[in-house]
């Protein structure tokens, strides 16, 4: 399988501090991109291996999972840290640019559609954002499989610490139902099931789609590419980062997160704990005997009445 990851990158130490690529230290962010790179090859590209320690030999290993995998980095204005970073000179491809930071989403969606026809899935995720299931694009190609390309699966972001009143929390909750009105029918085909390795596994459509990321197969990417809205740069989604992210694919497809009861289904970390430290201070903690669904037995039994089954099979 070949896979392109495009990830937007930018870091001014003389920035504001509103965001971590503008505050001054730049190790933080070093790390975070480090992180973020170094988990696509080590997960997805072909060189893995296991030492056989009587023989002192590291033989190949995960070769059902072999993917061929191209890295682009798109900066822009020479502000960024890629010269700082430890990686080999053919670990990854540069691209530069001259747009406003803000921006540099778009730019990546230029990239993807610059290749289409070359590979079997297009990427974008955040530069702090990292991957630690190398069944990851087996659980999305099992998903579309059933269900077909018009929905598409989004991983739940999460943040973890040692510290803090949880370990670990994750991040996009629901926004206000208006907030997304305008650009999706969550109402239509509210709930997805599935059953995988004998566990029931449920997928909603989500109040908040943004995930800092999408993954697309050809098809998708294809369809998306298709549309007059691609690349039109709108950015009236919450700020020009999360409509960059998130804008455009949930205008395309209808978009299913893992239900929260199975959150950890697909799921991708967000480096640091910017969110995670708010709980116990601006966000309150109920006890995990009360959290759930939120539903009364009637509303779960009407909206079971509109689940829509993913077939699967054990073979």
Known sequence: MRILFTIPHFFNPEGSGQHGSLRKDPQTRRIAITTCLTALKGLYGKSQYIIDISKYQAVPANQSHENDVDIIVCTTQGFHLLSQIPLGSDFLMHHKTNVEPMLLGFECQAVLKSCLGKYDYYCYLEDDLILHDPWFFVKLKWFNHYVGNNNLLQPNRYEVSPLGAVPKAYIDGNLKPETTAKFQNIREEPQLKGKIMGKVIAFHRTLNPHSGCYFLNAEQMAEWASKSYFLDRDTSFISPLESASTLG????????????????????????????????????????????????QTEAKNQGKEEVKIETQTN
Do not use: D, W
């Open 249 to 296: 694919i949930m205008r395309t497809f209808r978009v299913y997160k893992p239900a929260a009861t199975n959150a950890s289904f697909l799921e991708i970390q967000h480096f640091g704990t910017t969110f995670l430290s708010l709980i116990g201070n601006h966000i309150s903690l109920l006890e995990r005997q009360v959290q759930g669904e939120g539903k009364t």
